[in-house]
């Protein structure tokens, strides 16, 4: 099992930045996926941003050029700092541990971009 807590939603005006940070917990393996998945209101669930224990890196479209996902392997966490927020990245944001077998979430936590 793996436990991932995250920290850092909140509300921000448009323009503003946040960083969302997850710590995974209990049986980790060493190669994994950590990475950031959100959810709008009435809409799926979307991948935002995930990085492999090597550090190689995946962004959604809407998240190149203002998002950056960065972990530390030692730690066992992984951040999302969004910069240039913007009304429609409102949403729950969710920390995904993956591996080759499993798939593990965290609990969510909330961003709202709104003046």
């Known amino acids: 099992q793996v436990q991932l807590v995250e920290s850092g939603g909140g509300l921000v005006q448009p323009g503003g930045s946040l960083r969302l940070s997850c710590a995974a917990s209990g049986r980790i393996f060493k190669i994994n996926t950590m990475g950031w998945y959100r959810q709008a209101p009435g809409k799926q669930r979307e991948l935002v941003a995930a990085?492999?224990?090597?550090?190689?890196?995946n962004y959604a479209d809407s998240a190149k050029g203002r998002f950056t996902i960065s972990r530390d392997n030692a730690k066992n966490t992984v951040s999302l700092q969004m910069n240039s927020l913007k009304p429609e990245d409102t949403a729950v944001y969710y920390c995904?541990?993956?591996?080759?077998?499993?798939?593990?979430w965290g609990q969510g936590t909330r961003v709202t971009v709104s003046s």
């Open positions: 990085i492999t224990s090597g550090g190689s890196t």
């Open positions: 995904s541990y993956q591996t080759v077998t499993d798939d593990y």
